[in-house]
């Protein structure tokens, strides 16, 4: 049985879109790389750093989209031009 696989496209730095063959799996993105940091945005939480102070990071669920969607896009393609398929296997 072939693994289940998810692929995810970023674009200046950003998700854009998120694959998988498994429609039960649960995709959390943490990006720790958050500037100019306010809490008080719903999508932020605040965390403790090593040095004793904190930092804020981004946590949030990606939707995931059936993998048949991935036909004839540009994902599609840098999966081709890699040498991997965007089967399930």
């Known amino acids: 049985m072939p693994k289940p696989r998810v692929v995810i496209t970023m674009n200046g730095g950003l998700i ?3 694959y998988s063959t ?3 799996v ?3 993105v943490v990006d720790l790389d958050t500037e100019d940091c306010d809490p008080k945005v719903i999508e932020l939480v605040e965390v403790a750093d090593a040095q004793g102070g904190s930092n804020c990071a ?3 669920v990606q939707t995931l989209r059936p ?3 991935l036909s ?3 994902t599609q393609a840098a999966l081709a031009k ?3 398929t965007h089967g399930s296997g």
């Open 72 to 74: 004839g896009t540009d």
């Open 22 to 24: 498994n429609p039960d």
């Open 82 to 84: 890699a040498g991997l």
């Open 58 to 60: 981004f946590v949030g």
């Open 16 to 18: 854009q879109d998120a």
């Open 67 to 69: 993998f048949e969607e």
């Open 26 to 28: 649960e995709l959390i």
